[in-house]
Nanobody, 123 residues
Framework: QVQLVESGGGLVQAGGSLRLSCAAS????????MGWFRQVPGKEREFVAA????????DYTDSVKGRFTVSRDNAKNTVYLQMNSLKPEDTAVYYC????????????????WGQGTQVTVSS
């Protein structure tokens, strides 16, 4: 029943910023842990960030710590990923995902996925 739609991707120069949004539908959005993942063709899907339903517990992969910020607005059923100081290696398709359980870095633990939004960072 949960549906996720990402937006906000695009082209940006190295050092620039983008803000991704994920609009969610579901009976109890605030109960879900929301995660952000990214994937390059031919590579495994990589964990980026996750946030618990209340927003009180947040996790980031090491490569984005200090540059990316995940947040959520449960009143709007939306989760965000603010990406600053972007690097060419951040180029990927970014996916929003949800799970009913605890925070996790494993894609297999997430039950619902959006279609993805392309982020391209030029040097």
């Amino acid at each position: 029943q949960v549906q996720l739609v990402e937006s906000g991707g695009g082209l940006v120069q190295a050092g620039g910023s983008l803000r991704l949004s994920c609009a969610a539908s579901g009976r109890t959005f605030s109960s879900y842990t929301m995660g952000w993942f990214r994937q390059v063709p031919g590579k495994e899907r990589e964990f980026v960030a996750a946030i618990r339903g209340s927003g009180s517990s947040i996790d980031y992969t090491d490569s984005v710590k200090g540059r990316f910020t995940v947040s959520r607005d449960n009143a709007k059923n939306t989760v965000y990923l603010q990406m600053n100081s972007l690097k060419p290696e951040d180029t990927a398709v970014y996916y929003c995902a949800s799970q009913y359980g605890l925070r996790s870095r494993s894609p297999s633990e997430y039950n619902y996925w959006g279609q993805g939004t392309q982020v391209t960072v030029s040097s």
